[in-house]
C-alpha cells in the first residue's frame, strides 16, 4: 500500500502564487509516476501535471507556462509550483501515484486551493 499526504494549500489573490508539496509512505518501490489532479465543484477530476521516474512531464494546457511539477525520487516527494494563479484555477488539488505495471492508483486527501480577490 501507498500512503500520500498533501500539504501547501491555501487562499491566495489572482497573480499569486502558491506551492503545492506531497510525501509518499509505504510500498513506494512500486511507484513509476507521481503528479496532481484536480477537481472543481461541479466538474471532472482533470489532469494538472505528471512526473515520471525518468523525469519526463506532461502539463495540461490550461496551466502550461504557469505551473511546474518537480519530483524528487529519492526523498519519494513531488512539488506544484503554481505561479500567475488565476480564479478557475480554484479547485481541491489531489496528489497522485501510480503503478503503471498492474494499472493502480493511489490518492492524497486533497488540499484546498482557492484564487479569489
Known amino acids: 500500500q501507498v500512503q500520500l499526504v498533501e500539504s501547501g494549500g491555501g487562499l491566495v489573490q489572482p497573480g499569486g502564487s502558491l506551492r503545492l508539496s506531497c510525501a509518499a509512505s509505504?510500498?513506494?518501490?512500486?511507484?513509476?509516476?507521481m503528479g496532481w489532479y484536480r477537481q472543481a465543484p461541479g466538474k471532472q477530476r482533470e489532469l494538472v501535471a505528471v512526473?515520471?521516474?525518468?523525469?519526463?512531464?506532461n502539463y495540461a494546457e490550461s496551466v502550461k507556462g504557469r505551473f511546474t511539477i518537480s519530483r524528487d525520487v529519492a526523498k519519494n516527494t513531488v512539488a506544484l509550483q503554481m505561479n500567475s494563479l488565476k480564479p478557475e484555477d480554484t479547485a481541491v488539488y489531489y496528489c497522485?501515484?501510480?503503478?503503471?505495471?498492474?494499472?493502480?492508483?493511489?490518492w492524497g486527501q486533497g488540499t484546498q486551493v482557492t484564487v479569489s480577490s
Open positions: 497522485n501515484a501510480k503503478r503503471l505495471a498492474v494499472r493502480i492508483d493511489y
Open positions: 509505504g510500498s513506494i518501490f512500486s511507484i513509476n509516476a
Open positions: 512526473a515520471t521516474m525518468g523525469g519526463g512531464t
